[in-house]
Each structure stands twice: as C-alpha cells, then as structure tokens.
C-alpha cells in the first residue's frame, strides 16, 4: 500500500542477482510461517510457506530457509526482476496457540536494472 | 477467481460519521481477519472470526466492531470514525486460523477529517 514502505530497511539489487530477504521471528513455539509480498496499492500477496518439520521449502524463483535454533527465516529470490520490487513480508504462527498471523516489519527490495 | 473483495478502496469522511467498509471472500474459508496498516507500525489485527458469529477481538480492536452473520462476509464497522482511524486496512480469509496462508483484499485506504 502507500507509504507502507518508509521508515523500512531497504535492500538494493541488481536486475539478475540473486536476493536474500532475511527476518529474525519473535517465538520459539511458533510452527508456520509465510512470506507475502506487497507492492504499492495492494494488499499483501502470498509467496510461500513453510511448516517448522523443514528448513528448506523451494517454488518457483523463491526458497524459504528455516532456522529453528537461531529463530531465523530467509526468502532468497533466484535472478531477482524489475517486478520483484516491492515489500516483503514475513509472518510467524502457532498452530496450537495464536488466533492470529504475526507480521514482521518489513524489508523493501528494491531491483535496479 | 478467488478472492477477497473490499469496498470502498478509497473513502474519506468526518468525524463521528458511521461507516462500514465490507469483505467477501469466495473461497469458502472460516477464518477471516481484519488489518490495519500503518508506516512504522506494521500489520495490526483489528478483529477476526473462527466461523459465522464466532468474532473476537485482535491486538487493536478499540473504536471497530465486526459483524459474522454469513461465512463470505466479514464488515468492519466504525461507529464513530475519529483521525487516529486513518488508515489502510486490509481484510483476509484463511481456510484455517494456524496453518494455511491467509488471503488479502487490495485494501481500504481511509481518511477521517
């Protein structure tokens, strides 16, 4: 949405590069997590999950690393693309626990061609 | 296609003047939520509902009320609209509360004057 990314950490690539989007979560209990993308003037989109069975869960372009003993989750982008720009989000959940996703604060990527 | 649908994207008003901003999903999902958004703070929950007429409170649930009279709607409600409500909120469903991703709408984008 607008201005959803001020006061955000910012990281800079170049078009083809490779990303890493890392996010540091908040509860040991916590067992699902997602990542969503958010461009300007919509809403949070999903990219992909992982349950904390795996540490490493691939789609398309995209892999998710878990790291349950450091509370640590990444999102690499393969050959990161001008449409790559955007927001990104990670979110923590407890299956046995919370009614609710909890939400990081952010990271902008922004992809310079 | 599924979605969750929002309405209005844009609405400006006064203060004390009720409005209601609706949700449909058409993903037959149980969980829906409500979200604001805003620079610095990040995706706040609002309210949510488990099924239809079971809503309960999120992390900021002052001044809204929510209503879940069907399974594909969710309103959010403001009785009173003051400033500090300006906003962007977002609705989303989820098929379950913990460990399916939750689906957003486009958004809300709201100015109290």
């Known amino acids: 949405g607008e201005n959803v990314g001020l006061h955000l950490p910012t990281l800079s690539v170049q078009e083809g590069d490779n990303s890493i989007i890392n996010c540091a979560y908040s509860n040991s209990a916590s067992d699902y997590f997602i990542w969503y993308k958010q461009e300007s003037g919509k809403g949070p989109q999903f990219i992909i999950d992982?349950?904390?069975?795996?540490d490493k869960r691939q789609g398309q372009r995209v892999t998710v690393l878990l790291n349950k003993t450091v509370k640590h989750l990444s999102l690499q982008i393969a050959a990161t693309q001008p449409g790559d720009s955007a927001v990104y989000f990670c979110a923590e959940n407890w299956v046995g626990g919370y009614n609710k996703l909890i939400f990081g604060a952010g990271t902008r990527l922004a992809v310079h061609p | 296609e599924a979605q969750v649908t929002q309405n209005p994207r844009y609405l400006i008003t006064v203060t004390g003047k009720k409005l209601t901003v609706t949700c449909s999903q058409n993903?037959?999902?149980?969980?829906m939520s409500w979200y604001r958004q805003d620079p610095g703070l990040g995706l706040r929950q609002i309210y949510y509902?488990?099924?239809?007429?079971?809503?309960d409170k999120g992390d900021v649930p002052e001044g809204y009320k929510v209503s879940r009279k069907e399974k594909r709607n969710f309103p959010l409600i403001l009785e009173s609209p003051s400033p500090n409500q300006t906003s962007l909120y977002f609705c989303?469903?989820?098929?379950?509360?913990?460990?399916?991703?939750?689906?957003f709408g486009n958004g809300t984008r709201l100015t109290v004057t």
């Open positions: 992982i349950r904390s069975n795996m």
């Open positions: 989303a469903s989820s098929a379950d509360r913990a460990d399916s991703p939750l689906h």
């Open positions: 993903m037959n999902h149980e969980y």
């Open positions: 509902s488990m099924n239809v007429e079971v809503t």
